[in-house]
């Protein structure tokens, strides 16, 4: 067990010790649980106000601490270096400091070390231990402290509801505030390298460009874009139908005990690694629609659209069935009810009432799987090759943007490369559309809600 682990079991104890002891404190100040109503909180809520005292400060200063401490340890170490290995560019400073880092974890042996990594690896271990020690014995007294201070300042008119509340939501916003910048951050990489590339190749023959080959610097996006539209539409016209009718069926056919059993198993697909998904259309998907092909006379290429779009699509129906079956759901029983008594029969319900009021949630849980689809690389990587064949016909070979960016970071060309600097671009493009198709999902399960809840 490592010594965060361990801090955080003893952190966790003192939190159960003092929910416990403010709990009876309450109590305590009240004359017992006869006199409960005098209290203006819960017990429970003296209990956890006490806990989060200690467990807050605690693991704040835990989350800077460990962020923080390597960084200042290998200052440190590298502060303890001869002062002409401290003046070397910062590329051999690093790799020193990699060797010094490996000898200290053991991956080197000290007969293969030079004396001055072998001193400033013990070095690095000396502080370390010194740091994790430093770091267990301020968490403690922070989590008693803070735990202290709270469980006597528990009294019947200490509003602990209130100011637990408060608590969780500063740590809400927080968190909130945490996605939101990771968002602009993610952003604002992509969008930054990608305006590199772009005064490298100009943007309009990236876009519309026809030819898409790096290795000769051409940089035509439209067989990648074409190739991604290919597969995600044969996805798609597999998933719609049958996620659509299997939620039909479950929401308005299905017995109790049947829909129990097949929607779970259902949703199975969706807990599915994509990777397996890959092998299954590499070993088994793609050389049957080749043989079959081939035994009617039709040309089907071993890796192709049509192989790489069937699998997709079979990956994708729970997005779509569970969805659909949730908002065929929503629909209120008085729109059945009223169908029902004038006449129409449980089909002409379905497709002339229920349908219609559920088209709004189908359409953003389409839209939401076309995104996924979009968003696919292994199936692709597997059973639809590398090829960037500007072609409609799903028997052949092509490529997505998600495959292209996997390619274009792999390799040992130089970061700054257009080469490399493509992957930017391209996941610029993929950022982009996946957002607008996200928007309007939204929009549209939106507008949904408005109506029938």
């Given at each position: 067990m490592t010594q965060t682990n361990l801090l955080i079991l003893v952190l966790?104890?003192?939190?159960?010790?003092?929910?416990?002891?403010?709990?009876q404190r309450a109590l305590t100040?009240?004359?017992?649980?006869?006199?409960?109503?005098?209290?203006?909180?819960?017990?429970?809520?003296?209990?956890?106000?006490a806990a989060l005292w200690a467990a807050v400060p605690a693991f704040l200063a835990l989350m800077i601490w460990t962020s923080a401490e390597?960084?200042?340890?290998?200052?440190?170490?590298v502060s303890n270096l001869p002062e002409q290995v401290q003046q070397l560019p910062a590329a051999e400073l690093s790799l020193i400091i990699n060797d010094i880092k490996n000898m200290a974890a053991g991956d080197v042996t000290s007969a293969d070390a030079i004396a001055e990594i072998k001193s400033a690896a013990d070095h690095y271990n000396n502080l370390k231990a010194i740091a994790g020690a430093a770091k267990f014995v301020l968490i403690l007294v922070l989590a008693i402290v803070g735990g202290l201070i709270a469980w006597r300042s528990v009294a019947p008119k200490?509003?602990?509801?209130?100011?637990?509340?408060?608590?969780?939501?500063?740590?809400?916003?927080?968190?909130?505030?945490?996605?939101?910048?990771?968002?602009?951050?993610?952003?604002?990489?992509?969008?930054?390298?990608?305006l590199i590339f772009f005064r490298e190749i100009p943007f309009f023959d990236f876009l519309f460009g026809t030819h898409w080959n790096p290795s000769t610097n051409s940089f035509g996006a439209i067989?990648?874009?074409?190739?991604?539209?290919?597969?995600?539409?044969?996805?798609?016209?597999?998933?719609?139908?049958?996620?659509?009718?299997?939620?039909?069926?479950?929401?308005?056919?299905?017995?109790?005990?049947?829909?129990?059993?097949?929607?779970?198993?259902?949703?199975?697909?969706?807990?599915?690694?994509?990777?397996?998904?890959?092998?299954?259309?590499?070993?088994?998907?793609?050389p049957f629609f080749a043989n079959?092909?081939?035994?009617?006379?039709?040309?089907?290429?071993?890796e192709s659209a049509l192989a790489a779009g069937v699998v997709m699509g079979i990956m994708i129906i729970p997005f779509v069935s569970s969805l659909s079956d949730d908002v065929i759901n929503a629909v209120p029983m008085a729109m059945r009810e009223?169908?029902?008594?004038?006449?129409a029969t449980q089909s002409e319900t379905i497709t002339?009432?229920?349908?219609?009021?559920?088209?709004?949630?189908i359409v953003g849980s389409v839209l939401l799987a076309a995104s996924r689809a979009i968003g696919e690389t292994m199936i692709v990587v597997m059973a639809a090759g590398l090829s960037a064949n500007l072609t409609a016909n799903p028997f052949e070979a092509v490529t997505t943007v998600t495959v292209q960016i996997v390619t274009a970071l792999v390799g040992d060309q130089e970061f700054d490369s257009p080469k490399t600097l493509v992957a930017f671009a391209l996941g610029l493009v993929l950022f982009v559309v996946t957002l607008a198709l996200n928007v309007v999902a939204l929009h549209v399960v939106r507008k949904y809600r408005e109506q029938y809840e």
């Open positions: 966790l104890a003192i939190m159960a010790v003092l929910y416990y002891f403010a709990k100040t009240v004359g017992g649980a006869s006199n409960i109503r005098q209290l203006h909180s819960l017990p429970g809520h003296y209990g956890i106000y390597d960084w200042l340890v290998t200052k440190l170490v200490l509003r602990a509801r209130n100011r637990i509340e408060g608590i969780f939501r500063v740590i809400l916003i927080l968190c909130s505030i945490i996605a939101i910048f990771t968002t602009i951050g993610i952003v604002l990489s992509v969008l930054w390298e990608s067989p990648i874009f074409a190739g991604t539209l290919l597969i995600s539409l044969i996805a798609l016209l597999i998933a719609v139908p049958i996620g659509l009718m299997s939620a039909v069926y479950l929401s308005e056919y299905a017995g109790s005990r049947v829909r129990a059993f097949a929607k779970p198993l259902l949703e199975i697909l969706a807990g599915i690694p994509t990777v397996v998904y890959g092998f299954f259309a590499a070993l088994t998907v793609a079959a092909g081939r035994s009617i006379g039709w040309d089907i290429s071993p009223a169908s029902y008594g004038m006449g002339k009432v229920i349908l219609p009021a559920a088209l709004p949630g």
